[in-house]
C-alpha cells in the first residue's frame, strides 16, 4: 500500500498503532506487548520512509475493534479497579489512565528493530493522534474527555518534542454551540460529549481533525441532501478552523459506500472533488485547510478487511485520478514538486 500511494503521489498516511487484547494484539495485557507484532509496527514505519510517506499514527481506538477502550476498561475490572461496566470509565479511572499513558510511553519510547531510531525520532512519522473518534456514552462524561485530552496531549509531549499531537475526533459540535448545531448530521451527534472546538482548542493539540461520512450519518437523505449538508461540514470547520482555532484542520477520514446505487448513496467522485476543491481553494489562500485523506485505501488481496467503504484504487480509475490529481495540485501550491 505504502508503495501504492508514492506512485499516487501520496505523502500522509493514517493507521492504527495500536491492537489491544484478542489473538495477534500488540498489547496482551496492560504493559506486556508481543514483540513479533511490534516489529511489524517497526517495519511498516520503516517501509513509510523508504517510500517518502509520513505516518499519522492513532493510539487507541475509540470502538471496540481492535481491543478499543472497552478493553481497557475490562483489564481495569480484571485487575480489581472499581471501575463501572461503562466504557466511559476510560476517559475518568485513574487506573485506566495510567493504563493508557504506559503505552503511550512504550511506544514513543520504541526503538525500531529495523532502523535503530526511537519512534519518538521518527522522521517517518508526522503526528500522534490520542484516540480514533472519541465518544461517550453519558452527557455527563463531557468533561472526564475534555480533561482526558488535556492531560493526555501534555503526556505526548511530554516524552516527544518532534512531533504533532491531534485529537481524532469526528467534529461535532457539543451542545454549548447553538450557533453550530444545525452544521452536525443530526440532534444525536450533540450527544457523544465531543465538541470540535473545544476538544481542539487545547493548547497541546497541533491541528484539528474531523471526518465525514454523509452515507452513515444521513442515510436516509437524498444524495443531493447529503452533498449539501457535506459542503455545510467541511465550509464551517475550515472557517472555525481558521478564525476561532487558528490551527489547520485535516479531514482524517472521508469516507462512502461503494455500493452507489444503493440507498440513495453518494457519488464518491462527487463527494471527494468537493472536499478536495474547498480544501484546495483554503491552501491556495494560505488559511487552516490541511488536507483530507479517504477511508479507505486498500491494495489488491486485502479484500478481508473491507468494510463497506474500502476500495482499491486501481478498480476506479476516475477515483484514482482525482487523488493523484489532488496530490499534485497541493505539492505544486507547496513547492514540493
Known amino acids: 500500500m505504502l508503495r501504492r500511494g508514492r506512485r499516487m503521489g501520496l505523502t500522509v498516511c493514517r493507521t492504527w498503532a495500536f491492537s489491544d487484547g484478542g489473538p495477534g494484539a500488540l498489547q496482551i495485557s496492560p504493559g506486556r506487548f508481543s514483540e513479533p507484532v ?43 479497579a472499581n471501575v463501572t ?10 487506573t485506566i489512565r495510567g ?3 504506559n503505552y503511550v510511553k512504550a511506544i514513543l519510547t520504541r526503538r525500531n528493530s529495523y532502523s535503530g531510531i ?19 456514552v453519558s452527557n455527563s ?11 493526555m496531549a501534555a503526556y505526548v509531549k511530554s516524552l516527544d518534542t518532534v512531533h504533532l499531537v491531534t485529537v481524532g475526533s469526528e467534529g461535532f459540535y457539543g451542545p454549548g454551540r447553538s450557533e453550530r448545531l444545525d452544521v452536525n448530521p443530526g440532534d444525536w451527534a450533540a450527544l457523544l460529549c465531543s465538541d470540535f472546538i473545544q476538544n481542539s482548542a487545547v493548547k497541546d493539540i497541533d491541528f484539528a481533525s474531523v471526518h465525514a461520512y454523509p ?19 467541511v465550509d464551517s470547520h475550515l472557517n472555525d478552523s481558521e478564525y476561532i482555532l487558528k490551527k489547520p484542520v485535516l479531514f482524517s477520514e472521508v469516507g462512502y459506500l461503494q455500493h452507489p ?15 478536495y476543491d474547498k480544501i484546495y481553494n483554503s491552501a491556495q489562500k494560505l488559511q487552516a485547510g490541511g488536507g483530507a485523506l479517504i477511508w479507505q485505501l486498500m491494495v ?38
Open 261 to 275: 446505487e444503493v440507498n440513495n448513496t453518494v457519488n464518491g467522485d462527487t463527494v471527494l472533488k468537493l472536499v
Open 99 to 101: 493504563y493508557y499513558k
Open 118 to 136: 526511537k519512534y519518538s525520532d521518527e522522521p517517518a512519522i508526522f503526528a500522534w493522534e490520542l484516540m480514533n473518534e472519541p465518544r461517550c
Open 38 to 80: 511490534f516489529q511489524m509496527l517497526d517495519y511498516m514505519i520503516y517501509e513509510a520512509r523508504r517510500n517518502h510517506i509520513r505516518l499519522i499514527l492513532c493510539l487507541v481506538n475509540n470502538l471496540d475493534n481492535f481491543g478499543g477502550k472497552v478493553q481497557y476498561v475490562q483489564w481495569a475490572q480484571a485487575a480489581g
Open 300 to 337: 489488491e488481496g486485502s479484500q478481508m478487511y473491507h468494510d463497506g467503504f474500502s476500495m482499491v484504487a486501481r478498480d476506479r480509475p476516475s477515483t484514482y485520478k482525482l487523488i493523484a490529481e489532488q496530490s499534485c495540485r497541493l505539492q505544486r501550491l507547496y513547492g514540493k514538486e
Open 215 to 233: 452515507d452513515s450519518w444521513l442515510p436516509k437523505a437524498s444524495m443531493e441532501e447529503k452533498v449539501n449538508y457535506l459542503s455545510n461540514w
Open 141 to 151: 462524561s463531557a468533561p472526564h474527555i475534555q480533561a482526558w485530552i488535556e492531560e
Open 85 to 94: 461496566n461503562s466504557a466511559d470509565s476510560f476517559f475518568s479511572h485513574p
